[in-house]
């Protein structure tokens, strides 16, 4: 069997035999009220769990009176339902509670929440917490997600193909569905629940429209009926221009009569079949993607034109806010603000934009997007992206929570000092009714789901940010291993600071102090700062760095593109000023001298050449980490995960040379001491 395959799922056997019998007492008996396919599933995983980790394999069910008892509010009896009253009224639909109370000396545990799903969402956080070893004898945890609309992304192609996918083919076998159900689709189900995630958008953003036909539609329907169970709905993305491509329509102008009833009607049989489909993903106008720009109109009537029709069966639209035309050249990264900001007010109601969570694409480090924040009448949807296109794809390990919550707490200050991005997103900033967060899914059809084992963490990281994006990087670091891989101290200390420090040295070796976008053009992977001949200026990597004998950095300020005034006075100030700029962003806000004193006392160019020698030393000490770990973890991962840090070592050298070779040119200056020559 590969272990890689069951994710964080492990349910290591408890060796700690104090430990086990702890747990074993307090769940000799356990009871699940009610029957619904839902009960079902967490039932059917609290038991295998239990099963594995305390190497049991009868519970008594002695009812009411059993030391586990797992109901939602509706099943709960008289005496519970009284206990529970005030953790009941804290919670929300998809919240939970665990509670332990002493009954007659005897130690009893409440799992319970206002739904199926929500007490489902409990046995799960029950699980986490024997994963990790914590103690169940004092429980008191009443939880709610934070934010409504948790979903994937999957650039999945029909023909199995993924855009920027690193782990194999998609993991939706079209051909086999709907008859043929893959039981990875219910462990992916399972693991999307074990962490919240509560939506899945299957098909790539570059849709085709062929997904909307009943031939597919029947499978889509498939998997939402496996994916019901779990909490999970599906959506799709919809290509604009279907009511041409698949309707026999002349136009898709969203004021055009027929094309509004296409779409009508079009929602309507989807909901037939799927009563509980989420909505719609629409990029449009980006990228040579159809959108109502074709016809003269804006993204205010395409979105809401898609919004009307689902909104009878209270459906949503997720309209993406990453465009860039290739008629403005000056600064790609203020595009969508530019085209958006001016729109707040005019969405209808079940329309959520989706934005990226920097304004270029993806990077290592990007500074929050302005449009966070600035636009107070319309909710804002976070889009990270889990899979790594531009961070080393499945080879470099890098743990992407640390990068998700440096965004997610950046300070927009629109409401003055606290306005953090994470508040934008979960709504309470300013008060939105629907809340969204979106990851592009890292997921294919490899044995391990992730290419890499390691991350599976950033799968696990965004789904339990998605839920609660006020929790830390460490914590989540901390769970994930321990339920991966081991509870072992000398295990979980020194992986967890390597995961920690993993972004990082991707930063340093890729793209220190502000530098972006020069990954290799088209696929992205590896280096490649240099000219490339493209059809558009800003697909050039030169476009990002402009460097030149004078020096490195796009000047964003007032005398360049001016694109810190998309911020708020307090951020654009901040920026705009070289001395208060934070030097992770140097380069993305200015054009700095290649002797512009740094604060270490460097000056830039040495500054740059010793990040890079940084990144490649912070491989170096990953590695060395890892080799020590091999007591801890089964072969097969153990020589898995170091076969990749051997290949991240090879290239974040690859990078550090080949970079410091191109700007050298313009510099002209040698290399400082410590800096190690070109291999
Ligand atoms: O990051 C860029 C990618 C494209 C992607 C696009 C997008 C799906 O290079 O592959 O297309 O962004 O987010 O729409």
């Not at 898609?306 to 008629?327: C, N, P, Q």
Request: hydrophobic share 35%.
């Amino acid at each position: 069997s590969n272990n890689g395959y069951k994710l964080w799922l492990q349910y290591n056997f408890v060796e700690d035999s104090k430990l086990r019998e702890e747990y074993k007492v307090g769940l000799n008996s356990i009871f699940f009220a009610g029957n619904s396919e839902t009960v079902k599933v967490a039932s059917k995983e609290l038991m295998l769990g239990l099963s594995e980790m305390l190497g049991e394999e009868n519970f008594k069910n002695n009812k009411w009176n059993s030391q586990l008892v797992c109901a939602s509010e509706a099943f709960l009896n008289h005496e519970l339902k009284k206990l529970l009253k005030s953790e009941l009224e804290e919670i929300n639909d998809e919240g939970f509670v665990l509670k332990t109370f002493m009954v007659h000396g005897k130690q009893k545990t409440v799992i319970t929440g206002k739904t199926d799903i929500g007490t489902m969402y409990g046995v799960y956080h029950f699980l986490r917490l024997l994963q990790t070893h914590q103690s169940i004898k004092q429980l008191n945890v009443i939880e709610s997600p934070k934010i409504k609309v948790r979903v994937l992304n999957h650039w999945d192609n029909l023909d199995r193909t993924v855009e920027r996918g690193y782990a194999g083919f998609s993991i939706w076998d079209w051909h086999r569905l709907p008859d043929y159900i893959d039981q990875r689709y219910i462990d992916y189900a399972r693991a999307n629940a074990s962490v919240g995630i509560n939506g899945v958008v299957l098909n790539n953003v570059n849709a085709n429209a062929l997904i909307l036909t009943p031939f597919y539609l029947e499978k889509v329907k498939a998997l939402a009926d496996v994916f019901r169970p779990y909490g999970i709905k599906v959506y799709l993305t919809a290509r604009f221009s279907a009511p041409i491509e698949i309707g026999d329509l002349k136009t898709a102008d969203p004021l055009d009569k027929n094309v509004i009833q296409w779409w009508n009607k079009k929602t309507e049989e989807i909901y037939k079949m799927i009563p509980d489909f989420g909505g719609y993903l629409v990029k449009a106008n980006s990228e040579g993607q159809p959108g109502p720009q074709n016809y003269g109109r804006n993204h205010v009537d395409g979105a809401n034109m898609l919004a009307d029709a689902l909104a009878t069966f209270k459906g949503i639209v997720m309209w993406r806010a990453f465009v860039y035309s290739e008629h403005d050249v000056t600064d790609r990264a203020k595009q969508a603000y530019s085209e958006f900001v001016p729109y707040d007010g005019q969405f209808k109601k079940n329309v959520v934009v989706q934005v990226k969570n920097g304004a270029i694409d993806f990077q290592p480090r990007e500074p929050f997007h302005p449009m966070f924040g600035a636009m107070p009448k319309t909710p804002l949807m976070m889009e990270f992206q889990i899979t790594q296109e531009y961070l080393g794809q499945s080879t470099h390990t890098v743990f992407l929570p640390k990068l998700f919550e440096e965004v997610l707490h950046e300070d927009t200050y629109v409401n003055g000092k606290g306005s953090i991005v994470a508040k934008d997103v979960d709504g309470s900033l300013h008060g939105d009714k629907l809340t969204g967060i979106a990851g592009v899914s890292n997921i294919g059809n490899d044995i391990n789901w992730t290419g890499n084992v390691m991350l599976q963490a950033n799968w696990y990281g965004y789904g339990r940010l998605a839920w609660n994006p006020y929790l830390s990087s460490g914590e989540i670091a901390d769970e994930w291993l321990r339920s991966t891989f081991s509870n072992d101290k000398k295990f979980v200390e020194p992986v967890k600071e390597m995961l920690l420090d993993s972004r990082e040295a991707v930063v340093n070796y890729m793209t220190p102090l502000g530098l972006h976008h020069i990954m290799a053009t088209g696929h992205h992977y590896g280096p490649g700062p240099w000219v490339s001949n493209l059809s558009r200026p800003e697909w050039n990597p030169v476009y990002y760095h402009k460097a030149d004998e004078n020096g490195v950095g796009f000047d964003r300020t007032k005398t360049g593109s001016n694109a810190v005034a998309q911020y708020a006075p307090e951020v654009a100030k901040m920026y705009g000023d070289i001395k208060t700029c934070p030097e992770e962003y140097l380069l993305w806000f200015h054009h700095v001298s290649w002797d512009y004193k740094l604060k270490d006392g460097n000056v830039l160019w040495d500054g740059i050449a010793l990040k890079y020698q940084e990144g490649v030393e912070e491989v170096k000490s990953m590695k060395k980490t890892w080799q020590k770990m091999k007591p801890y973890v089964d072969d097969e991962r153990f020589k898995e995960v170091n076969m990749f840090l051997d290949i991240q070592l090879k290239e974040a050298k690859w990078w550090r040379d080949s970079c410091l070779l191109y700007f050298q040119q313009y510099s002209k200056k040698e290399l400082p001491v410590g800096v190690d020559k070109p291999e």
